[in-house]
């Protein structure tokens, strides 16, 4: 991947790209389990770009490879979110207006920090799996040691999740498309993003068999 335009083009330069957005799209309705399965179809993904391989991973219930990214994920969101969340609740609960907008202010702080880090998170978990997602250190170093990549990284993180909500136009059954095609732009993205920072790197943890 040279540049990461190549993220919104590689997807289709799969020769069996419909087939396999269709039928991970399907697995994605899956509530939970349908996420994981995303989320390890993405980190599968981004395993082929790295190679210069412009190909989708096969459609499947990827759980082993996602869980780590998927519950990585959800930890960074509580925590971030729960200061906000109490400061809202209080502020709800005693009617006051001071409170309520701390609280407001809290979770847009929160949601700009966690789209800063999101692809320092995205390729410390996918390098380390478990542990390389919950080196918070690692993550803040790798965000913040050229802030450039990582800020372009981001924007387009949240372009590519914009792109996955838009199948809601038609009927949600776009949703089978946009939402697989945006996890293999963020899979680009990532791949970039570790280009870009270090170069090439060493090949993922991956689940023990």
Not at 32 to 57: F, P, Q, S
Not at 58 to 78: D, K, M, N, S
Not at 131 to 158: E, H, K, Q, R, Y
Request: hydrophobic share 55%.
């Amino acid at each position: 991947m040279t540049n990461v335009g190549d993220s919104f083009s590689w997807p289709f330069s799969d020769p069996g790209w419909f087939p396999k957005m269709i039928v991970q799209g399907l697995i994605a309705i899956i509530p939970i389990v349908g996420t994981i399965a995303l989320l390890g179809w993405l980190l599968m993904t981004v395993d082929n770009y790295r190679a210069g391989r412009r190909e989708l991973a096969p459609a499947g219930f990827h759980l082993e490879r996602g869980i780590a990214l998927w519950a990585v994920l959800v930890v960074y969101v509580i925590v971030l979110f729960l200061p906000g969340g109490i400061a809202n609740g209080i502020g709800t609960s005693s009617d006051s207006s001071g409170l309520t907008a701390l609280g407001g202010l809290l979770y847009l702080a929160a949601l700009v920090l966690l789209l800063f880090l999101s692809p320092a998170i995205f390729l410390n978990t996918y390098r380390g799996g478990f542990n390389g997602g919950f080196d918070v250190a690692g993550i803040w170093a790798l965000a913040t040691g050229n802030p450039s990549p990582t800020v372009l990284a981001a924007v387009l993180l949240l372009v590519a999740n914009i792109i996955s909500g838009l199948g809601v136009i038609v009927c949600c059954v776009g949703l089978l498309f946009t939402v697989p095609y945006g996890a293999a732009i963020m899979a680009g993205v990532i791949t970039w993003f570790e280009r870009e920072l270090t170069g090439p790197a060493p090949a993922p943890t991956l689940p023990a068999s």
